[in-house]
T-cell receptor, first 113, second 114 residues
Framework: DTEVTQTPKHLVMGMTNKKSLKCEQHMGHRAMYWYKQKAKKPPELMFVYSYEKLSINESVPSRFSPECPNSSLLNLHLHALQPEDSALYLC????????????FGPGTRLTVT | AQSVTQLGSHVSVSEGALVLLRCNYSSSVPPYLFWYVQYPNQGLQLLLKYTTGATLVKGINGFEAEFKKSETSFHLTKPSAHMSDAAEYFCAVITASGNTPLVFGKGTRLSVIA
């Protein structure tokens, strides 16, 4: 099973709202990733967790707050977002950080109004 | 720093024709190379990967790619295009030493004409 699940599939939120995106994998992978993807662009890396520790934060604004409660779960907490944050947010996992292929979830389509 | 160049942001082929999507990489150390496909409003799906060993790699949906070190290329091919192949394709690379994150090319949109 190479499935990464993400919820919700779609999310519309106002600039003052607080919401969370969730990601789950049961492949025993020890690295998990958040990407942001704008239309007609490749995914941009936001955060990397390796063995449940934050390894990389690609200078992401503090209105995005990641959390890794356990080795199977990854959350992205959203607060006070801007309209330009509207995008497809993708979660991925891999056996180990930077080695091995990454498996992606279906994404959450986020619209900030 | 390593990079990936995908030649052609948009490729259009007729149904049944050969599909060729080009990818060149720059890496001073041995690379691991990947092709991903993304259908509209979906996540990325791994098509195939090259790590070590055989340079001709077969993937899902009839796609294959050949790693050519002398040309620093990893082009994706499929002998006969199907309408369902219409999607965005991304080439990606990491170094075998693991000291860089996954780097994506800009993507190539494949259209298949009936």
């Amino acid at each position: 099973d190479t499935e990464v699940t993400q919820t919700p599939k779609h999310l519309v939120m106002g600039m003052t709202n607080k919401k969370s995106l969730k990601c789950e994998q049961h492949m025993g992978h020890r690295a998990m990733y958040w990407y942001k993807q704008k239309a007609k662009k490749p995914p941009e890396l936001m955060f990397v967790y390796s063995y449940e520790k934050l390894s990389i934060n690609e200078s992401v604004p503090s209105r995005f707050s990641p959390e890794c409660p356990n080795s199977s779960l990854l959350n992205l907490h959203l607060h006070a977002l801007q309209p330009e944050d509207s995008a497809l947010y993708l979660c991925a996992s891999s056996q180990d950080y930077r080695l091995g292929e990454q498996y992606f979830g279906p994404g959450t389509r986020l619209t900030v109004t | 720093a390593q990079s990936v160049t995908q030649l052609g942001s948009h490729v259009s082929v007729s149904e049944g024709a050969l599909v060729l999507l080009r990818c060149n990489y720059s890496s001073s150390v041995p690379p691991y190379l990947f092709w991903y496909v993304q259908y509209p409003n979906q996540g990325l799906q791994l098509l195939l990967k090259y790590t070590t060993g055989a340079t001709l790699v077969k993937g899902i949906n009839g796609f294959e790619a050949e790693f050519k070190k002398s040309e620093t290329s990893f082009h994706l091919t499929k002998p006969s295009a199907h309408m369902s192949d219409a999607a965005e394709y991304f080439c990606a690379v990491i170094t075998a030493s693991g000291n860089t994150p996954l780097v994506f090319g800009k993507g190539t949109r494949l259209s298949v004409i009936a």
